[in-house]
């Protein structure tokens, strides 16, 4: 039986479990942006915010490792509609742009 794990107001949308089963990565729009949040699948807790940036997010997956989480995002310099591809850990930090010029479903 499906039962929510999160009831902050805002809107959630592209869910990805981890590949150990044990956590859901998804963006949220909480705050009046879309940030990655992580939640144990077991609930309980609030979902942890992943990222602060300030452009939209787009969840892609995670890696193998289950260690961090690719998404797209709006964040080139020279051409602002373009969407790059970056890597986060899972615990938070600073982004990191993947080594490809552009990309949105990595």
């Known amino acids: 039986m499906a039962t929510p794990l999160a009831s902050p107001p ?54 193998p490792d289950g260690q961090s989480l690719i998404f797209a995002a709006f964040a080139a310099k020279d051409y602002p509609v373009m969407v790059e591809l970056f890597t986060v850990s899972a615990g938070g930090g600073l982004p990191e742009k993947l080594p490809v010029p552009y990309g949105m479903d990595g």
């Open 10 to 63: 805002g809107q959630e949308s592209y869910p990805r479990f981890s590949p150990d089963g044990r956590t859901i990565a998804f963006v949220g729009n909480y705050d009046g942006n879309y940030d990655l949040y992580t939640l144990p699948v077991s609930g309980g807790v609030p979902p942890f915010r992943v990222t602060h940036h300030p452009t939209r997010e787009g969840l892609t997956d995670w890696p």
